[in-house]
């Protein structure tokens, strides 16, 4: 029997994949428990506009991210760190903070976690911070540091 998978199963298959089973394990588990639902002709059909569909909402994402990494680019935040005598400074900027200014600055809502700090940042200057706004887009943000 083909079944269509409406959740991952371990060691079958991922959610939206037709796979071939037996009859008894289809109708006594994956049925049953509602993991997935057999292959006719109109659930195949509806399987097949659900993946048009998800492409559909995929390119768009794509496409706002890349038009948001362009808009980036552009823009600048600023934030300052507190240095003491000799320019030295206490403590560094951190992926937080800048997210906390770019909210502050630009409006825009940036998750820190996504943001790339490969060494830290202690000392005032010009920045320039990736930020991984999509898993084929990444921008960048310049980010400014001033003494406090």
Do not use: C, W
């Not at 049925?31 to 768009?60: C, D, F, P, S, Y």
């Amino acid at each position: 029997m083909e079944v269509i998978l409406l959740e991952d199963v371990k060691s079958l298959g991922k959610k939206g994949e037709l796979v071939k089973v037996n009859d008894g394990y289809a109708r006594n588990f994956l049925l049953k428990k509602k993991l997935g639902v057999e292959a006719t002709a109109k659930n195949r059909n509806e399987l097949k506009l659900q993946k048009q569909h998800e492409e559909k909402v995929a390119l768009e994402k794509l496409e706002d991210a890349k038009a948001f990494a362009e808009e980036l680019k552009e823009k600048s935040v600023t934030v300052s760190i507190k240095t003491g005598s000799g320019g030295r400074s206490f403590g560094s900027v951190s992926t937080k903070e800048v997210a906390l200014a770019a909210k502050e600055q630009l409006g825009y809502e940036l998750d820190k976690k996504k943001m790339v700090l490969n060494e830290p940042i202690k000392s005032p200057g010009v920045y320039m911070m990736p930020i991984k706004l999509h898993q084929k887009v990444t921008g960048e943000l310049k980010v400014v540091v001033k003494e406090a």
